[in-house]
């Protein structure tokens, strides 16, 4: 499968790249805010199996990529964000018929973590990878690094 999918969430447009062979969906939540993963996706079907075993879902979140639209600074908050996960996970578990695995990357891990928590039903399970942990203590120990 190699498809371009829109979902309506929150009055914004949100534009999910699905790609794979797989009938367990897998929800890609980038970092950033505003890191898309899309242009990396023929990079990870070369380096990896992923797409021959599952249902990459790659979604650009509101102001990145496709789903840039019109915006305002209220429309990027967390709570925001992670009602428009909810809606692109729900639409996945509906048309899979299963809850997807989600995996987030950086900022992607702070929405993911939370959809897991809020919505144990849509989530099969989570993967964290550069997870943030603490962000204060995260972003001392980062520009501390970088002045070293």
């Not at 990870?44 to 102001?63: H, N, P, V």
């Not at 993911?112 to 099969?124: E, I, Q």
Request: net charge negative.
């Amino acid at each position: 499968m190699n498809e371009a999918i829109w979902i309506e969430t929150n009055g914004a447009r949100q534009f999910v790249s699905l790609r794979g062979r797989g009938a367990m969906p897998v929800l890609l939540i980038h970092g950033g805010p505003g890191a898309s993963l899309l242009p990396s996706a023929r990079q990870i079907a070369r380096g990896t199996q992923l797409e021959a075993d599952f249902a990459l879902a790659y979604w650009e979140q509101r102001g990145t990529g496709r789903s840039r639209g019109e915006l305002n600074e209220s429309d990027l908050s967390l709570d925001t964000v992670l009602s428009d996960a909810v809606a692109v996970a729900e639409h996945l578990a509906e048309r899979f018929g299963r809850a997807p695995l989600i995996v987030g990357h950086s900022w992607g891990t702070v929405v993911g973590v939370l959809l897991a928590r809020d919505r144990p039903d849509l989530a099969a399970a989570y993967v964290g990878a550069a997870q943030v942990v603490n962000v204060r203590d995260q972003e001392a120990m980062s520009t501390a690094w970088a002045r070293d």
